[in-house]
């Protein structure tokens, strides 16, 4: 009974180990690398502040999950709060390559992230911006 139990808790504690795993597991991301390309070219406009700060764009503190459109006092524009968007990884990846692909008639002025380990690590930075 003992093993058992010792065994059990050695794969429990294995999985704990790996949710604390930094998101590259989940992205291919390097959340440190992303925090310098999100410095470089999202930084001006978004704030990760966990205070909700909103600049020229809205705070993108914990936006994975969240539904476009509607972070508290922002004003978004008719196309991204009509978009039905939920900001998963997918959709917060295929954003950074196009985002007037993804929100035709938006307001973002940003061209995009052509290349896809530059969005990968943003992602990973957005999911752990610690």
Not at 14 to 23: C, E, M, N, S, W
Not at 98 to 123: E, S, T
């Amino acid at each position: 009974m003992k093993l058992a139990i010792a065994g059990g808790l050695a794969a429990y504690l294995l999985v704990i180990g790996l949710a604390a795993a930094p998101a590259m597991s989940q992205t291919g991301g390097d959340p440190d690398a992303g925090a310098d390309v999100f410095d470089a070219n999202c930084g001006d406009c978004h704030s990760l502040s966990p205070r909700g700060l909103n600049k020229k764009g809205p705070t993108l503190f914990r936006v994975t999950g969240r539904r476009a459109g509607t972070s508290p006092g922002f004003a978004f524009s008719a196309p991204m709060r009509a978009s039905g968007i939920v900001w998963t990884p997918e959709r917060i990846s295929a954003y950074l390559a196009n985002p007037r692909a993804v929100v035709p008639g938006g307001i973002m002025k940003f061209r995009g992230l052509p290349r896809p380990q530059d969005r990968a690590n943003v992602i990973a930075y957005l999911q752990h911006p610690d």
